[in-house]
């Protein structure tokens, strides 16, 4: 059998770690053959390949990113988007379709398989952990390393300076970044795309933490909004999959602070950071699990699925049911840190 692998979306620590699960064991256990499709949904969509094979994996298990590239094509929207695929794959002789990816990538892939008839297995990669059939996303783990020792950093230059100091982290739709990332760097005020937030309590928070003579971390997702306002976006722009391009409500939030509080802020945008550099050790145990769970799925022939984490069990989900929703924050749990504030 050959077995085409493919990385769509943002990248994220992990990626590579997933790769080669896939492969090693696809070859040493099942004899398989493995061609690598380049960018995402553009390397079925156009024929773009890359050799796979256990030379072509062999030292990426640390490294971030992704050897095949990375996209946000969406092929449902393209010119006879479907028929490409099917007709590239049957060139090729791919026989089943790996795809490593979030609700976008794992979307199509679930279009691909229940409707017409290409057979995938999805693996779940999103540093934003918002796919409800899983516990954790592998890429998650490290991108709240990542924000916490930024948090950790800039707690000092902020005593130093006595300023509102505002991080602003990745997290369109849900929180979990944001919430864990802010709780375990100490911040004064997490504030979350699933709660809109009132920025006159966001300054009294402010405020109270100064009359204790401390310096104040606000941590805001990039999705959060304002009680009486939108969401803050960098352009208009849309991509494939009908995103607007977030980022802003860092620099809006600081400058709201500072004008209402008379208190000096100032914005970090952690940005693309926190999916960049080396996975944590429990991301790639984590993708690692993962790859060799999903060709298992494709030995069994079970496809239109996607592996997730339950527990610490790799269980099968169908695809549609993994994309179905997204993961949020519950309030509980939201209100459960809302001691920390001020």
Not at 12 to 28: H, S
Not at 53 to 64: K, N, S, T
Not at 281 to 299: K, N, P
Not at 310 to 322: F, K
Request: hydrophobic share 40%.
């Amino acid at each position: 059998m050959r077995v085409g692998v493919l990385t769509g979306g943002g990248d994220c620590p992990g990626l590579n770690a997933v790769i080669r699960a896939i492969v090693r064991k696809g070859v040493q256990e099942y004899g398989y053959d493995f061609v690598g499709f380049r960018d995402g949904w553009r390397g079925p969509l156009e024929g773009d390949t890359v050799r796979l094979d256990i030379p072509a994996v062999r030292g990426i298990l640390p490294r971030g990113g992704t050897i095949l590239g990375s996209s946000r094509t969406n092929p449902l929207k393209a010119d006879n988007g479907i028929r490409r695929i099917k007709d590239n794959l049957a060139k090729l002789d791919v026989q089943a379709l790996v795809a490593i990816g979030g609700e976008d990538t794992l979307g199509v892939a679930a279009r691909l398989s229940g409707e017409y008839g290409v057979p995938c297995v999805g693996v779940p990669k999103t540093i934003d952990n918002d796919l409800s059939a899983t516990d954790y996303t592998f890429g998650f783990d490290t991108a709240v390393n990542i924000a916490t020792e930024a948090i950790d950093r800039l707690h000092t230059t902020a005593e130093s300076h006595m300023r509102v100091l505002v991080v602003e982290v990745m997290g369109r739709h849900a929180g979990w970044i944001a919430l864990h990332s802010g709780l375990a760097g100490g911040a004064n005020v997490i504030l979350v795309p699933e709660q809109r937030f009132d920025v006159e309590q966001v300054c009294a928070w402010v405020t109270s933490r100064f009359r204790a003579s401390y310096a104040p971390i606000v941590v805001v997702a990039e999705g959060a909004m304002p009680r009486d306002g939108d969401m803050v976006l960098k352009d208009g722009s849309l991509d494939s999959f009908g995103h607007v391009r977030l980022s802003g409500v860092g620099e809006w939030l600081a400058k709201e602070i500072e004008r209402r509080t008379g208190k000096e802020a100032r914005t970090t945008v952690l940005g693309h950071v926190q999916r960049g550099g080396t996975p944590s050790a429990f991301d790639r145990w984590l993708a690692t699990r993962f790859g060799l769970h999903a060709i298992d799925c494709v030995r069994d022939g079970d496809f239109g699925t996607m592996v997730a984490l339950r527990g610490t069990d790799i269980v099968r989900v169908p695809l549609g049911e993994a994309t179905a929703k997204l993961k949020t924050v519950d309030p509980k749990l939201y209100e459960e840190v809302g001691v920390f504030f001020g």
